[in-house]
């Protein structure tokens, strides 16, 4: 092994590390009460910053809202969140969010994003399978700004509707197509 391919090595290693640290203890913080209030400070925040997100919650059949998500990597990555299923203000069930990557990618970052279930297919789908992934199965739209001005209630079409937020830390964009969304016991 050439010196350079050890020192990439023990970057990665390190990074990893400290991606499992920080995603094991993010992971097992998490409590109902926690996931609660935090998923309703993001429901705030996001409305404040994106009116028309509340518009669509008011037409969703439910929402699945992460609030805090955590991506690390070094050509290998993951990400990992918890997160709850409303069903109006009633919380139907909690879920993870995990993500693997691999490719041109180094850093960390944290994040949130809330996908609204538009159609009965689209809740029955996460509803009932063993893990959605995003990008098979119910078509998803990832809403940033550009789309959100062109969207009004007249023109959703799509089973679901996603928004990302509250984007920090090193890494560039943010992409939550490939993500499995699976049920989880609180």
Known sequence: MTQSMRFFLSIFLATASLASASLLNNA???????????SRQAL???????????TLSHKAKAVLVFPNII???LVFG???????????????????????????????QSYGYVV?????KALKYVSETKGWEIGVGPTVVVV????????S???????????????????AGVSIEGTKISLIKR
């Open 28 to 38: 097992s913080a998490a409590t109902a009460e926690d996931l609660n209030a935090s």
């Open 44 to 54: 705030q925040n996001l409305y404040k910053a994106t009116p028309f997100a509340e």
């Open 71 to 73: 991506k690390a990597g």
């Open 78 to 108: 993951g990400s990992y969140g918890e997160g709850e299923l409303l069903k109006g203000t009633k919380v139907a069930g909690y879920y993870n969010s995990v993500t693997g990557s691999w490719g041109l990618q180094a850093g960390a």
């Open 116 to 120: 609204f279930l538009m159609t009965d």
């Open 144 to 151: 940033d700004e550009g789309i959100s001005k062109n969207l």
């Open 153 to 171: 209630s007249s023109t959703l079409k799509d089973d679901a509707y996603a928004f990302i937020f509250d984007q920090q830390g090193l890494m």
